[in-house]
Antibody, heavy 124, light 109 residues
């Protein structure tokens, strides 16, 4: 059974960097069918996909266009985890942040099939 | 970019009743790429339906999905007390960005 667990500071000051880590159990960050995502949720913006990383003979990184200048998602194969860094945060970045497994297959995909419990990050 | 509009915003029903939740896309989407999630307070979203009509593992058969093109529906045939929650549709296409609807809150009448 796949489990994801987020960790990181719950409070970040404006203009600083938000850093979160997601530990994976029951799957591999180097899986050839999974992709590893960060999604956040706030009352003002709803559910918002932030970006992803995945391995298909090499590492790929894709980000929400509006965040590209200040976001980075990186795998750590030695510890089977991946991380999120979001720079220059503002109160608008206050949200619950989820790490999420996505599945990429031909045909109907189960999409985001496994979610961490989420961690609230407040920018203030 | 595709926009998903869910209606109604809030649906008030009683246990035992049938619920029909709508998700309308701003342009035609492949049925393979339309998913439904359930979220209860304090919990992460849970996958219910993928490929517009396929139930995820462990999802009761009172949940069903249908639709094609721009109009999709999640139907709960007979509401159980544990079904009262917020429901989201998602367009999970072949490449990002991945777009969620704004949600429908299903509340007890």
């Amino acid at each position: 059974q796949v489990q994801l667990q987020e960790s990181g500071p719950g409070l970040v000051k404006p203009s600083q960097t938000l850093s979160l880590t997601c530990v994976i159990s029951g799957d591999s960050v180097s899986s050839d069918s999974a992709v590893w995502n960060w999604i956040r949720q706030s009352s003002s913006r709803g559910l918002e996909w932030l970006g992803r990383t995945y391995y298909r003979s090499k590492w790929y990184y894709e980000y929400e266009v509006s965040l590209q200048s200040r976001i980075s998602i990186n795998p750590d194969t030695s510890k089977n985890r991946f991380s999120l860094q979001l720079n220059s945060v503002t109160p608008e970045d206050t949200a619950v942040y989820y790490c999420v497994r996505g599945i990429m297959v031909a045909g109907p995909s189960p999409g985001f099939d496994c979610w961490g419990q989420g961690t609230l990050v407040t920018v203030s | 970019e595709i926009v998903l509009t869910q209606s109604p915003g809030t649906l008030s029903l009683s246990p035992g009743e049938r619920a029909a939740l709508s998700c309308r896309a701003s342009q035609s989407v492949g049925s393979y790429y339309l998913l439904w999630y359930q979220q209860k307070p304090g919990q992460a979203p849970r996958l219910l339906i993928y490929g517009a009509s396929s139930r995820a593992t462990g999802i009761p058969d009172r949940f069903s999905g249908s639709g094609s093109g721009t109009d999709f529906t999640l139907t709960i045939s007979r509401l159980e007390p544990e079904d009262f929650a917020v429901y989201y549709c998602l367009h999970y296409g072949t490449s990002p960005p991945y777009i969620f609807g704004q949600g429908t809150k299903l509340e007890i009448k």
